[in-house]
């Protein structure tokens, strides 16, 4: 099984964003081997260009000093060569830990161009200081459909949003201020939404009173699926995609009451005149057939007998 495959099976199976630092631990014992490898042929080819030195070259060598009869030996303290130590075996081991990232990061780059570039529904994102997988945008319609069916998502009422784009935007922030730009007071949501975890506090604010500072958390990070809050968009476009989205809505709702208006108007112009003439044109038929069946012609007037006279 490839490093590769490795990866792809951790973060698939971690609940929240891996990091690198521990992947790093996790796979430290298969990264150092590859990478002592790649390191040999450098070392080799490093090694042969110092070969066969030239005799002039070793005879210009200067000759190492030999001490004079009257010098002796300084021999360090056992203290300082066992700090030295240490202080080089942390160094080395800071540096492998280094290499170690580096080179699983290289691995998780040449996946995320794999999942990217592939018919897949699955892609590898960067959130929160971590790698987690996620669905692609394009497939969100379906997922959505799906998670509707398994239980309802997080809910958060229009003064929670308003509190929380606050906070997100002018983070570290107190609830003084928090008030003072919604206009309404905004204790109560504070509340609910450190409840959530979607903030934490912040220390407080050196002024009079020392109010908390409120801050996001990275459960924010995650429900809204950000790398950090660099990520959230600027307050421009933020405006630009509000001012469109209440043009859209302004021109749908005068768009239905057109439709409204005409729906009801047309079949109340169509519909009166044939009630008016249809009452009309029975009546005057009507009329005609009882004065046709009930008034004698004049044929049938002369026709009528006439009383017999008995003698």
């Not at 699955?122 to 394009?138: D, S, V």
């Not at 799906?146 to 922030?173: H, R």
């Given at each position: 099984?490839?490093?590769?495959?490795?990866?792809?099976?951790?973060?698939?199976?971690?609940?929240?964003?891996?990091?690198?630092?521990?992947?790093?631990?996790?796979?430290?014992?298969?990264?150092?081997?590859?990478?002592?490898?790649?390191?040999?042929?450098?070392?080799?080819?490093?090694?042969?260009?110092?070969?066969?030195?030239?005799?002039?070259?070793?005879?210009?060598?200067?000759?190492?000093?030999?001490?004079?009869?009257?010098?002796?030996?300084?021999?360090?303290?056992?203290?300082?060569?066992?700090?030295?130590?240490?202080?080089?075996?942390?160094?080395?081991?800071r540096l492998r830990d280094r290499r170690?990232?580096?080179?699983?990061?290289?691995?998780?780059?040449?996946?995320?161009?794999?999942?990217?570039?592939?018919?897949?529904?699955?892609?590898?994102?960067?959130?929160?200081?971590?790698?987690?997988?996620?669905?692609?945008?394009?497939?969100?319609?379906?997922?959505?459909?799906?998670?509707?069916?398994?239980?309802?998502?997080?809910?958060?009422?229009?003064?929670?949003?308003?509190?929380?784009?606050?906070?997100?935007?002018?983070?570290?922030?107190?609830?003084?201020?928090?008030?003072?730009?919604?206009?309404?007071?905004?204790?109560?949501?504070?509340?609910?939404?450190?409840?959530?975890?979607?903030?934490?506090?912040?220390?407080?604010?050196?002024?009079?009173?020392?109010?908390?500072?409120?801050?996001?958390?990275?459960?924010?990070?995650?429900?809204?699926?950000?790398?950090?809050?660099?990520?959230?968009?600027?307050?421009?476009?933020?405006?630009?995609?509000?001012?469109?989205?209440?043009?859209?809505?302004?021109?749908?709702?005068?768009?239905?009451?057109?439709?409204?208006?005409?729906?009801?108007?047309?079949?109340?112009?169509?519909?009166?005149?044939?009630?008016?003439?249809?009452?009309?044109?029975?009546?005057?038929?009507?009329?005609?057939?009882?004065?046709?069946?009930?008034?004698?012609?004049?044929?049938?007037?002369?026709?009528?007998?006439?009383?017999?006279?008995?003698?």
């Open positions: 099984m490839s490093l590769k495959a490795k990866l792809e099976a951790v973060v698939y199976a971690a609940e929240e964003p891996v990091t690198l630092a521990q992947l790093a631990v996790i796979f430290a014992d298969e990264v150092l081997p590859l990478l002592d490898q790649a390191a040999e042929p450098e070392a080799e080819q490093i090694a042969l260009t110092g070969l066969a030195p030239d005799e002039s070259d070793q005879a210009a060598a200067p000759e190492p000093p030999t001490p004079e009869s009257g010098d002796t030996p300084v021999s360090e303290e056992p203290s300082f060569v066992v700090e030295a130590a240490d202080g080089e075996e942390k160094k080395a081991a170690v990232r580096q080179f699983l990061q290289q691995v998780l780059t040449e996946l995320i161009a794999d999942y990217s570039n592939s018919e897949r529904g699955m892609e590898i994102r960067e959130i929160a200081g971590g790698y987690r997988m996620a669905t692609k945008p394009e497939y969100h319609d379906a997922v959505r459909g799906f998670v509707k069916s398994l239980k309802p998502p997080m809910k958060l009422s229009l003064q929670a949003l308003e509190t929380l784009a606050v906070i997100a935007y002018k983070q570290p922030v107190t609830a003084p201020e928090v008030s003072e730009i919604r206009g309404v007071d905004s204790g109560g949501v504070l509340g609910g939404l450190v409840s959530r975890k979607l903030i934490t506090t912040a220390g407080r604010k050196p002024v009079i009173g020392r109010p908390i500072l409120y801050k996001t958390t990275k459960e924010f990070l995650l429900r809204f699926g950000l790398k950090d809050v660099n990520d959230l968009p600027s307050m421009e476009e933020f405006e630009k995609m509000a001012g469109e989205l209440a043009e859209s809505e302004a021109e749908g709702e005068a768009q239905d009451v057109i439709n409204l208006s005409s729906e009801a108007a047309t079949p109340a112009e169509e519909a009166a005149p044939v009630e008016a003439e249809q009452p009309s044109a029975e009546s005057s038929e009507q009329v005609a057939a009882n004065s046709e069946e009930g008034a004698p012609s004049s044929e049938e007037a002369t026709a009528e007998p006439q009383p017999e006279h008995q003698v």
